[in-house]
Each structure stands twice: as structure tokens, then as C-alpha cells.
């Protein structure tokens, strides 16, 4: 019956991680379709890198710096290993999980590798149109190899905020806002594409290139995100880890509807239009709204939720994009600011301490960005990271990748 038990919670990990894995799809086709048409071979390229870097860094170290087996500064500072192990059947004795494992250890790094890789996806999609290939690949490996894994430890790692009773189910917080920080920090050092913004201050659109594209995408992420939620329960094979795993994907797919509804809602009172691009963003919002505590709410409350998300990105969208902050996709806002409601939220749907899921929000907040920021100063000044005017202006499929896109559409 324990090997039935073992072998049902290990496949569902690894389904789960698959799960997420396609998220890296959604990603790519909600960029693609929102950046103009002559960088969308660019971004394309720039989400199979990101996945593959993230997916070796982990394995090279992060998995051991976010679940180690000591610590150089109990809580804070995780000691420096290898996970190179994994590729045996016995654990690796330098990986310390803080939980009872009832799966594989390979099941676990492919369930936690592929949450790194999306939270570095939000990186690319906030840097999209101007950030130069190389100097992007190169802030993935220090991204994912370890600034994530480290505030990752301080979390679902054992660390301080773990020990506090900081709550975050499936990483509105660790994942969301970390990836939105970082998103943040490098943005702030690249600036805006060229011609986001008038001389006078005003914002000019910059439409994307394929809207049904774009769609396709947030429909990839919501399906997706039935994995990063309802993986995060790490086991299906008892009756009550089952009805868990059904109440998270209730609510999961309920906050993401009422984003869409909560977003459409504010666009039609603000605009008189209902904006499209603002109804999925408002999806995404739902969705990280919820992350942090899935389980506990009932569906009418993950509907709040995620309809308090939704309104809350749209005007944060607009906030960001009068203040300069060049974001083609919404990711800040959608995963970021987002993301901090989320946390937050749990200390009304979950219980948790509204001062420690504060304290939470802030500490990963502020090492992510302040981590990033000096890693992309680092990286500028060895290489420009920003493309000059005249690669945007023949567009990065051009200057960076050697193919268009669309080559027909000239």
C-alpha cells in the first residue's frame, strides 16, 4: 500500500511539473503576440533560453541553495552545494527537504525547476522589445541559479520566514513577486523601448502583434496554472490530500474568472470599451491573487479575490505606464503588485499574520530588487545591455536572431 501511495504522489508530481512546464508555452505566446512583430522571433528566443539556463542553474546549485542540508547563516544564508546528485537513484545527503517527502527527490526538482523558470519568464516579458540576447541569458544564470533559490530558501526552504509562519501555498510571493522585483530592477536600468514616450512625457501605443496569439497564451497559463496550485499540495493519493487538490483547482480556475470579469468591468466604466489586452492580464492577476492560499477560501471568496486582482492590475498598469515604466506585457503589475495583494490576502482568507506576511512581501521584494539591480549594472558595464535606437528601429528579429518572424509583412 506505501509503494501505491509513493508511486500515485510521484506521478502526480511529475504531472503537475508538466503541468507548469506548459506554462513556459503560455508565456512565450502571451509575449509573442503583445510585442510588435519585429521582435516577436527575439522573444521567442529569449523564453526557450531563459528555460533552458534555468533548468541547468537549478540543477547545478540552486536546488541545493534552496533546500539545503545547513545553512552558512542559519535562515538567511543557505550553505553552497551541488545538485548535480539527482542524476542517481539515492538522495543527494546535501538536499535538507524541510517537509516529509512522499515522492522522489527527482519529482521534487522537476516540480520546483520549472517554478523557477516562470518566474524568470516575467522577467522577459517586461524587458521585451529593447534588452540585447546575451546580457539577458546572463542575468538568467545569476537569476535562477541564485537570487531565486535563496529568498526561495527563506521560505518553502526552512528559513526565517518559514520559521516566522509566513504563509505562501504555491508562491504568490516567492514566485510572482521575486520574478516581478527582479523585472523591476532591470527594467529600471534599461528604460523604455524607443518611442514609448513622447518628448513631452506623453505615451505613445505600441500595439502588439497578434492579439489571438497573446490569448492563446493566457489560455495556456490558466490551464497551466492548475499544476502550480494544485501541485503545490505535493500529494493526491489519500482522500484527504484529494479533496484538497479539487477545492485548489476550484478556486484557481474561479479567481482567474473573476480577474477577466473585475478587469472587463473597469475598462467599460474607465473607457467605455472593454480591452482585451486588460481581460487577460486581468486572468493572470486572478490567478496570482489566489496562488497564495488556494486552499483555504471557499469559490464565492476566490472569486473576490481574484475580481479584486483583476481591478487592482488595471489601474496599476496605467499607473506604471504614466510613470515611465515601460512594461509591454503588464507582468509588474500583473505578477508584482498582484502578487503583494496575495500575500497580504492570506492574513484575511488563510489567518496568517498580516505583520509577517508584510514582513514576507518586503524581504523578498527588497533582495530580489536589490539583488537584480546591481547584477544588471554589473552586466551593463561589461556590455551594453540596452539595443541601440537603430537595432529597435529595424527590430531585434533583425538585429539579434538573423529571422523574422513575419518576413512577409514588411
Known amino acids: 500500500m506505501e509503494e501505491i501511495k509513493f508511486a500515485l504522489d510521484t506521478f502526480y508530481a511529475v504531472m503537475a511539473g508538466a503541468l507548469v512546464m506548459w506554462m513556459a508555452a503560455g508565456f512565450t505566446m502571451l509575449e509573442a503576440g503583445m510585442v510588435q512583430k519585429k521582435d516577436v522571433s527575439e522573444i521567442v528566443t529569449k523564453n526557450l533560453g531563459l528555460y533552458s539556463i534555468a533548468c541547468i542553474m537549478y540543477l547545478a546549485c540552486g536546488f541545493v541553495l534552496m533546500y539545503p542540508a545547513g545553512a552558512l547563516l542559519e535562515g538567511i544564508i543557505p550553505s553552497i552545494g551541488t545538485s548535480f546528485g539527482l542524476s542517481t537513484a ?44 546575451l546580457p539577458f541569458f546572463m542575468f538568467a544564470i545569476i537569476m535562477t541559479g541564485f537570487i531565486y533559490p535563496i529568498q526561495g530558501y527563506w521560505n518553502w526552504g526552512g528559513g526565517f520566514l518559514n520559521q516566522m509562519g509566513y504563509s505562501d501555498y504555491a508562491g504568490s510571493g516567492t514566485v510572482h513577486l521575486c520574478g516581478a522585483a527582479a523585472a523591476l530592477a532591470v527594467v529600471l536600468v534599461l528604460g523604455p523601448r524607443k518611442g514609448k514616450y513622447g518628448y513631452d512625457g506623453s505615451v505613445n501605443p ?55 470579469v473585475a478587469a472587463l468591468l473597469m475598462s467599460l ?76 490576502a492570506v492574513s484575511v482568507t488563510g489567518g496568517a499574520s498580516f505583520v509577517t506576511q508584510l514582513i514576507g512581501v518586503l524581504s523578498i521584494a527588497g533582495f530580489t530588487f ?23 528601429d529595424v527590430g531585434l528579429d533583425v538585429s539579434e536572431i538573423g529571422i523574422e518572424a513575419y518576413p512577409e509583412f514588411k
Open 269 to 344: 466604466v474607465m473607457t467605455g470599451k472593454m480591452d482585451v489586452t486588460m481581460a487577460m492580464n486581468g486572468a493572470i492577476a486572478g490567478l496570482v491573487a489566489i496562488t497564495a492560499d488556494p486552499l483555504s477560501p471557499a469559490g464565492g471568496t476566490a472569486v473576490l479575490v481574484g475580481a479584486l486582482g483583476g481591478a487592482l492590475v488595471y489601474f496599476s498598469i496605467l499607473f506604471l505606464e504614466k510613470s515611465g515604466i515601460d512594461d509591454p506585457v503588464g507582468a509588474i503589475s500583473a505578477h508584482g503588485i498582484v502578487g503583494i495583494f496575495g500575500v497580504l
Open 370 to 392: 536589490g539583488a537584480s539591480y546591481l547584477v544588471t549594472l554589473a552586466i551593463n558595464s561589461v556590455m551594453p545591455i540596452r539595443a541601440t535606437d537603430e537595432e529597435q
Open 206 to 260: 505600441m500595439p502588439g502583434s497578434n492579439i489571438p496569439m497573446a490569448a492563446l497564451g493566457v489560455w495556456i497559463l490558466w490551464l497551466g496554472w492548475f499544476g502550480f496550485n494544485g501541485g503545490s499540495e505535493l500529494a493526491v493519493a489519500s482522500e484527504g490530500s484529494a479533496i484538497a487538490v479539487s477545492q485548489v483547482f476550484l478556486n484557481t480556475n474561479m479567481a482567474a474568472a473573476g480577474g477577466v
Open 90 to 133: 539515492l538522495p543527494n545527503e546535501e538536499i535538507g527537504i524541510p517537509y516529509g517527502m512522499e515522492y522522489s527527490q527527482q519529482a521534487d526538482f522537476f516540480f520546483q525547476v520549472v517554478f523557477v523558470a516562470t518566474a524568470m519568464s516575467i522577467v522577459s516579458g517586461a524587458v521585451a522589445g529593447r534588452m540585447k540576447l
